[in-house]
């Protein structure tokens, strides 16, 4: 199956600061990829749809100049977390859509913040 | 959204079959039922979908109500690697996958 992975699987960062995570689709090209946010015993939440070469649409709720979203390639879509605070700390995953075939999910990115 | 119900948490014993039961009663017409499962600290997996009819695939099978309004996600035998949260989502396509709390299944050894 198609393989999407996230880097770095885990960070930590001070408060204040910006950290990116990677997300890449790594055997085939994805035109859409999606970021969702978990919080502990909680469920995904989708919180922004990025397609490749345009602007990122953002879940009500969520600050798109706090999340900033690129997806410059079709296999390579980021997720900054600008000036974190400790309630951003979260496990964030991305998911890449292969044509019209299911969305396949990257292993997770735990980030906390201090 | 369409919503699912699912029941939060179901047991199972090694090598036996699974039920894992969603409802669905206000599914529209044009609503894929799909299936995930996460297994702790990763993230969720394909498991399988369908529309109407059953579906069965190396992982599992789906086996739809004749309304719709209700599938049921088969696992035909449980192991311990199966232990799981699984997720029941409606969408219309791939772009809009929304996650409910879905059933966490225990795999007893």
């Known amino acids: 199956g198609a393989v999407v992975s996230q880097h770095p699987s885990w960070v930590i960062c001070k408060s204040g600061t910006s950290v990116k995570i990677e997300c890449r689709s790594l055997?085939?090209?994805?035109?859409?990829m999606f970021w969702y946010r978990q919080f502990p015993k909680q469920s995904l939440m989708l919180m922004a749809t990025?397609?490749?070469?345009?602007?990122?649409?953002?879940e009500q709720g969520v600050e798109k100049d706090k999340f900033l979203i690129n997806h410059a390639s079709l296999t390579l879509s980021t997720l900054t977390v600008t000036s974190a605070h400790p309630e951003d700390s979260s496990f964030y995953i991305c998911?890449?859509?292969?044509?019209?075939?299911?969305?396949?999910f990257g292993p997770g990115t735990r980030l906390t913040v201090t | 959204d369409a919503k699912t119900t699912q029941p939060n948490s179901m047991e199972s014993n090694e090598e036996e079959p699974v039920h894992l039961p969603c409802n669905h009663s206000?599914?529209?017409?044009?609503?894929?039922i799909h299936w995930y499962r996460q297994l702790p600290s990763q993230g969720p997996e394909y498991v399988i979908h369908?529309?109407?009819s059953n579906v069965n695939n190396r992982m599992a099978s789906l086996a739809i109500a004749e309304d719709r309004k209700s599938s049921t996600l088969i696992l035909h035998r449980a192991t311990l690697r199966d232990a799981a949260v699984y997720y029941c989502?409606?969408?219309?396509?791939?772009?809009?996958?929304?996650f409910g709390a879905g059933t966490r299944l225990t795999v007893k050894p």
């Open positions: 998911s890449a859509l292969q044509g019209r075939d299911e969305q396949y």
């Open positions: 055997d085939f090209q994805a035109t859409t």
């Open positions: 990025s397609n490749e070469g345009s602007k990122a649409t953002y």
């Open positions: 206000t599914i529209s017409g044009t609503d894929y």
């Open positions: 369908g529309l109407t």
């Open positions: 989502i409606l969408s219309p396509n791939n772009n809009d996958m929304r």
